[in-house]
C-alpha cells in the first residue's frame, strides 16, 4: 500500500518523513533554513522559506515513493505568529516560540482577564512565547501592519494554507496560542472579547487525525503527487511526537531532547497545574489532553557551546563522556532565551557556576548536558506532584540518538529510559495522523498499535550515579532563587546597552 507522510516545520528546517502501514520510515527528506534574531532576545523567521523548504522535501519525498502518497499530516513549532493580509500575504517576518518581547503584553493581558482565569480557561498562564501576546504587540508597535491583518495562523498552518488553501488548525496546536477555551476546544469568546481580537482572524478548529483538506491541483502537479491528498489537522510538535513513540495513555512520559527539552504525559482530563509550571495543552488524540514542562535552551544551549568552541558535535559529547558525573563540581544553567518550567521567567540568564582551574572545555561541556537534564528533572518533580503516573520513560528528539543523552536522562531521572525503533520525530507522529485520516487506520490509538514498536535496549539508571545527581540537583535547585535579581539586572543593562 502506499504510504502517507508527515511534515514537520520547524525551527531549524522543515522535515517530511513518509511511513508506510506497518510503521516503517521508507523515504525522509529535510531542508534547512535560517532563524533572524533582529534584536536580543527577539527570534523570527521568513514563512516563505518555510515553503520553500516544505516544497524541497514533498518534492524528495514523492520522487522517493514513486509518487504515491496517500495522505499528509502537519506538525510544526508552535506558538508562532504568521500575520496575513487579505490577500494571504505575509505580513512581516513570523514571531517565534522562543521570542521574548512581549512581556508587557503578557502582563495586560493578565490584568485584563486575571490569573486564575486565564489557568481556568487557557490552562495557561500569559507567557511571551505564545501567540496572544505576540497579536498585542503588533497592534502596539507596529499599527500599520496590525491595520492590514486579515488572519493569523500558526507555522504550520500556513504551510496548510499554501498546500490545500485551507485556513486551519488542530486543537493541541491552537491550545498554545493562550487564544483557545482548553475544555470545550474551540476559541474562547471572553479571551477574544477582553483582548479585543476579531474571531474572523482565527481559523477553524480540528481533532488531530481529522482531514482539514485537500492537496491542491497545482501544487500537486510541481511536487509530482496526485491531486486531492487529504491533509491531517496534524498536530503541535510536542503532541505529534508524543503520538509517534506512542504516549497516547496515561503512565507513559515522552522525553524530548531537541532544540528545547520538553517532558509530555497524556491525561485524560484537562487538569491545569494551579500554578501554571508546566503548560496543560490539548492532545493530538481526540478528545485527550496532557501535561507539559519545557526547557527553552536544551539541544539549543549544546548548539550554542559546539559553535562558541567551533568542535564537532561527536567530538564534544565523546569528550564530555569521559569527565565524571558531576563534572568535578561544575553546574550549568541552562537559561539562554529565559526560561520556562518552573521558572516562568524570560529574564532568566544561563551561567556555569563552579568553575576552578582544574576544569577544562570537555568538563564545560559535560555541565551543559547535565544541567539541560537537570532542567529537565524540574519538570519530572511537578508532573508527579500533580498526580502523573510515571511507569515508562521513552526518549524522542535528537537526544534519543545519543547514548550520552540517554544516559544522563536514566540517572538524573531515576527511571529506565526506552525508545523506538523508529527515531524520526515529530514528522513520524504526524503521519500516523495523516495515516488516520486518509483511512488507513480507524484511530490515533490503531495506528500507535500498528506502528510504534519498542528497541530491546533499556538504559537503566545507574544507583551510584543517581545519587551523586540527586545531590547536586539540590544545588542546581538553589541557583534560581539566589541570582534571580543579578539575573534581571543583566537583562536591563543589555537591553540598555542595545538601545
Request: aromatic letters at 6%; hydrophobic letters at 40%; one cysteine or more.
Amino acid at each position: 500500500m502506499s504510504p502517507f507522510v508527515g511534515l514537520d516545520v520547524g525551527t531549524g528546517g522543515a522535515r517530511a518523513v513518509a511511513v508506510d502501514e506497518a510503521g516503517r520510515a521508507v523515504a525522509e527528506a529535510s531542508s534547512p533554513y535560517p532563524l533572524l534574531s533582529p534584536r536580543p532576545g527577539w527570534t523570527e523567521q521568513d514563512p516563505g522559506e518555510w515553503w520553500r523548504a516544505a516544497r524541497e522535501v514533498l518534492g524528495q519525498i514523492a520522487e522517493r515513493a514513486g509518487g504515491e502518497i496517500r495522505g499528509i499530516g502537519l506538525t510544526g513549532q508552535m506558538h508562532g505568529s504568521v500575520f496575513l493580509d487579505g490577500a494571504d500575504h505575509v505580513i512581516r517576518p513570523a514571531l517565534l516560540w522562543n521570542d521574548q518581547r512581549t512581556q508587557k503584553q503578557c502582563e495586560e493581558i493578565t490584568a485584563r482577564l486575571g490569573r486564575e482565569r486565564l489557568l481556568e480557561i487557557a490552562g495557561n498562564p500569559a507567557l511571551t512565547g505564545f501567540q496572544a501576546p505576540k497579536i498585542l504587540w503588533l497592534r502596539e508597535e507596529e499599527p500599520q501592519n496590525y491595520r492590514r491583518v486579515a488572519s493569523v495562523l500558526l507555522p504550520k498552518d500556513y504551510i496548510r494554507l499554501m498546500l490545500t488553501g485551507e485556513r486551519a488548525t488542530d486543537a493541541s496546536d491552537a491550545a498554545g496560542t493562550l487564544l483557545l477555551d482548553v475544555a470545550r476546544r474551540d476559541w474562547s469568546e471572553e479571551i477574544l472579547s477582553a483582548l479585543e481580537i476579531p474571531r474572523g482572524w482565527l481559523p477553524r478548529v480540528y481533532e488531530g487525525p481529522e482531514a482539514t483538506g485537500l492537496l491542491r491541483e497545482e501544487v500537486a502537479s510541481e511536487l509530482g503527487l496526485p491531486a486531492g491528498i487529504p491533509v491531517a489537522a496534524g498536530g503541535g510538535d510536542n503532541a505529534a511526537a508524543a503520538v509517534g513513540v506512542g504516549v497516547v495513555r496515561e503512565g507513559i512520559l515522552s522525553s524530548s531532547v531537541g532544540t528545547s527539552g520538553v517532558l509530555f504525559t497524556h491525561t485524560d482530563t484537562f487538569s491545569p497545574d494551579p500554578s501554571g509550571r508546566v503548560h496543560a495543552f490539548c492532545h493530538a488524540v481526540p478528545g485527550a489532553y496532557h501535561l507539559m514542562g519545557v526547557t527553552l535552551s536544551a539541544g539549543g544551549s549544546l548548539a550554542w557551546w559546539r559553535s562558541t568552541l567551533e568542535k564537532d558535535y561527536e567530538v564534544l559529547v565523546e569528550e564530555a563522556s569521559r569527565v565524571p558525573p558531576g563534572a568535578e563540581g561544575l553546574l550549568f544553567l541552562p537559561y539562554l532565551t529565559g526560561e520556562r518550567t518552573p521558572h516562568l521567567d524570560p529574564r532568566a540568564r544561563g551561567g556555569f557556576i563552579g568553575l576552578t582551574a582544574r576544569h577544562t572545555a570537555a568538563h564545560m561541556s559535560r555541565a551543559v548536558m547535565e544541567g539541560v537534564v537537570f532542567s529537565l528533572r524540574e519538570s519530572l518533580e511537578i508532573l508527579r506532584s500533580l498526580g502523573a503516573s510515571v511507569e515508562e520513560v521513552r526518549a524522542t528528539g535528537g537526544g534519543a540518538r545519543s547514548p550520552l543523552w540517554r544516559r544522563l536522562q536514566a540517572d538524573i531521572y531515576g527511571v529506565p529510559i526506552r525508545r523506538t525503533t523508529a527515531d524520526e520525530g515529530p514528522a513520524y507522529g504526524a503521519a500516523l495522523l495523516g495515516g488516520v485520516a486518509c483511512g488507513a487506520y480507524r484511530n490515533v490509538v490503531e495506528a500507535v498499535e500498528a506502528c510504534v514498536k519498542l528497541r530491546d535496549e533499556v538504559t537503566e539508571p545507574d544507583g551510584r550515579r543517581s545519587e551523586v545527581y540527586g545531590e547536586l540537583y539540590e544545588v542546581y535547585r538553589s541557583l534560581y532563587g539566589a541570582n534571580r535579581e543579578a539575573m534581571h539586572r543583566l537583562s536591563e543593562l543589555a537591553g540598555t546597552q542595545n538601545t
